[in-house]
């Protein structure tokens, strides 16, 4: 039987539908397919009827959950927090929502929830603090700075990530799916705590990934800014890696080494030359989004090695536009009155793209369907010559044409009998 029989909260159909390139995309792998990945995700689901699963696969695909990971360390257990909550008699303040399907992402969820978890009474923190001293006598953790102002801390087993992440939501301070061991085994995680407040950071280079309690991704250069000695503390760990993160002066090869890397390492230069803004877009044509007034070379770098970016540039001129839709024809979904030329670049590519035109002329048309004849199906009143192109390249494509005229039809005769 196949498991989305069992599947009784949500719509696969309504998933494939609507989120199946979306999926693709998010889970990183072309070969997996979507409902592969819905599949993975329904396992996920602990409950007897998958109800969690929509909400999982939507928001998943929308990007309002972060990583895979992050839903079974963090969307799950906030899922079965918020069905518990509905379950509860006269809650206080009452729940703003009480369906989950109205909830947009992981975080909008887990401030729902997080409102109505206790709070840390007087003789918690008393206890708290011999249990943190523990964890330093026992070697579990390393403190590797303490002023009036800031503690940072690098914890060496998952006990301790989970204490010193205690009102966070990392992954890797979760009661279940703990991903400590994981991150731990590609190098440390560094905790940094603002005393007087409850904000706290974690950073690991090896992920390049630097989290506020949110687990929403930060610039430590900024903040930084605010504490200067976290320059001082974190440039030996930021030279070791070629990083840019808390490296106040990084040459222009650890620049290049950073970029080619992780395009997003970008987003921590104020002013990044050329030269390393077009090795970060050839690495990764998305760097562009941290870009600002980029070149029309880095431009033309960007939408080569990936033709969907163009996205993230104002106002391109008809030569970026060109490279885009030749890269992907899909990318002139996000083009404002392309011209003709552009047009035609894009059908020819993929004839599919001809859905997002108005008005295509015949020209545009004919190349569609004579790239793939079922583009037809996006065409109001195509003309003759359209209809037989379409049938010419593909006669399966007559199923789309209303009242095609008699030569199309003999036309799809002919190739049936052949």
Not at 333 to 345: D, H, I, M, T, W
Not at 371 to 388: D, F, H, T, W, Y
Request: net charge neutral.
């Amino acid at each position: 039987m196949r498991i989305y029989e069992l599947l009784l909260e949500y719509n696969e159909e309504r998933l494939i539908h609507d989120f199946s390139d979306k999926l693709v995309k998010r889970y990183g792998d072309v070969r997996a397919t979507p409902e592969a990945i819905i599949q993975a995700i329904a396992k996920l689901d602990p409950t007897a009827n998958k109800e969690l699963t929509f909400w999982l696969a939507m928001n998943y695909a929308n990007e309002r959950i972060a990583r895979w990971e992050d839903i079974a360390s963090r969307a799950v257990p906030a899922l079965l927090k918020f069905k518990a909550l509905l379950r509860k008699p006269n809650l206080q303040p009452p729940l703003s929502v009480r369906d989950m399907n109205q909830i947009k992402g992981l975080s909008a969820l887990e401030d729902i929830t997080e409102q109505y978890e206790e709070k840390e009474s007087v003789s918690n923190r008393v206890q708290a603090s011999a249990e943190e001293q523990k964890f330093y006598d026992d070697g579990a953790t390393e403190l590797l700075y303490n002023d009036d102002q800031i503690k940072v801390v690098i914890p060496r087993t998952k006990a301790a990530a989970q204490f010193f992440g205690k009102g966070t939501r990392w992954c890797t301070a979760a009661e279940n799916n703990n991903r400590f061991a994981e991150y731990n085994s590609k190098g440390p995680l560094y905790i940094v705590m603002l005393k007087g407040t409850n904000a706290k950071y974690q950073f690991h280079w090896e992920s390049n990934q630097f989290m506020d309690a949110k687990d929403e991704g930060i610039n430590p250069n900024e903040l930084a800014e605010k504490y200067p000695i976290l320059w001082k503390i974190f440039k030996p760990i930021a030279v070791k890696n070629q990083s840019l993160i808390l490296n106040q002066h990084p040459s222009e090869a650890i620049q290049l080494a950073a970029v080619q890397q992780n395009r997003r390492a970008i987003q921590y230069l104020k002013n990044p030359s050329e030269a390393v803004q077009l090795a970060a877009v050839q690495q990764d044509g998305y760097a562009i989004e941290y870009i600002k007034n980029p070149s029309e070379a880095v431009q033309l770098a960007a939408v080569q090695q990936n033709g969907w970016v163009i996205q993230h540039i104002k106002n391109p001129s008809e030569a970026i536009q060109l490279a885009a839709v030749k890269k992907s024809g899909w990318s002139i979904q996000f083009l404002k009155n392309p011209s003709e030329a552009v047009q035609l670049a894009a059908v020819k590519k993929i004839g599919w793209a001809i859905e997002y035109l108005k008005n295509p002329s015949e020209a545009v048309q004919l190349a569609a369907v004579q790239q793939n004849g079922r583009a037809i199906e996006c065409l109001k009143n195509p003309s003759e010559a359209v209809q037989l192109a379409a049938v010419q390249q593909n006669r399966w494509s007559i199923q789309y044409i209303k009242n095609p005229t008699d030569k199309v039809k003999a036309l799809h005769m002919k190739l049936w009998e052949s």
